[in-house]
C-alpha cells in the first residue's frame, strides 16, 4: 500500500492535465491544428489566440467605442466564409454590445488603430454548439484576419470613420 503523501501526490498530478484540457477550448484536432499554423499564438484567459501582425498606434478600443474594421473570416482548412475589404466603408459597430460574435469582441479590444492580427476564435467564443447554419456547424473554430482601421468613442453609428494615419 501506498503512503498517504504519496497517493495524494499522484492525485494531484492526474488532475493536472485534466484541468489543462477543461480550460482548453480548442478540440484535440482543431489544438493541433492551431499550434502548428500559428506556433506563436498567443493565448487570453478565454481560450481566445491571437497573432498581432502589425501592432498599431494609440489606445485599444473599450466598451463602447465605435470601431471600423476590414475583415476575413475563414474556418482553418482555410475556406472563407465571410469578409469585408471595403476601406470606403467599412464595417463598424459598438464593442460590448452583443453585436459580433465575443471572440471577434475580445480580439479587437487587443488591437490598437491601425492594427492586424490574426484571431483564432474556439467554438464556445463563437457559435458553440448551435453553429450559425448553413455557414458554420456546430463546434466550429473560426480564424478572423482583422485590421482595425479606425476607434472613435461616443460617437454615433451615423458618423463616418476614416482610416488612420500612418499606413
Do not use: C, H
Not at 465575443?102 to 467554438?123: Q, W, Y
Amino acid at each position: 500500500m501506498l503512503p498517504l503523501r504519496i497517493l495524494i501526490a499522484l492525485v494531484a498530478l492526474a488532475a493536472v492535465p485534466a484541468a489543462l484540457a477543461q480550460r482548453e477550448k480548442l478540440s484535440l484536432q482543431d489544438l493541433r491544428i492551431v499550434e502548428e499554423r500559428w506556433p506563436d499564438a498567443q493565448r487570453t484567459a478565454t481560450g481566445l489566440r491571437y497573432v498581432m501582425l502589425v501592432e498599431g498606434q494609440g489606445e485599444s478600443p473599450k466598451s463602447g467605442d465605435l470601431v471600423a474594421i476590414i475583415y476575413r473570416g475563414s474556418f482553418l482548412d482555410g475556406s472563407v466564409f465571410d469578409e469585408d475589404w471595403d476601406r470606403v466603408r467599412p464595417f463598424a459597430f459598438r464593442l460590448g454590445r452583443n453585436l459580433v460574435i465575443a471572440g471577434m469582441d475580445e480580439g479587437i479590444r487587443l488591437m490598437k488603430p491601425g492594427a492586424r492580427a490574426t484571431i483564432i476564435v474556439p467554438s464556445p467564443l463563437a457559435y458553440g454548439t448551435r453553429g450559425d447554419p448553413p455557414k458554420i456547424a456546430p463546434n466550429t473554430t473560426l480564424v478572423f484576419e482583422i485590421e482595425l482601421i479606425g476607434v472613435q468613442p461616443g460617437v454615433s453609428l451615423e458618423t463616418p470613420i476614416t482610416p488612420q494615419a500612418g499606413r
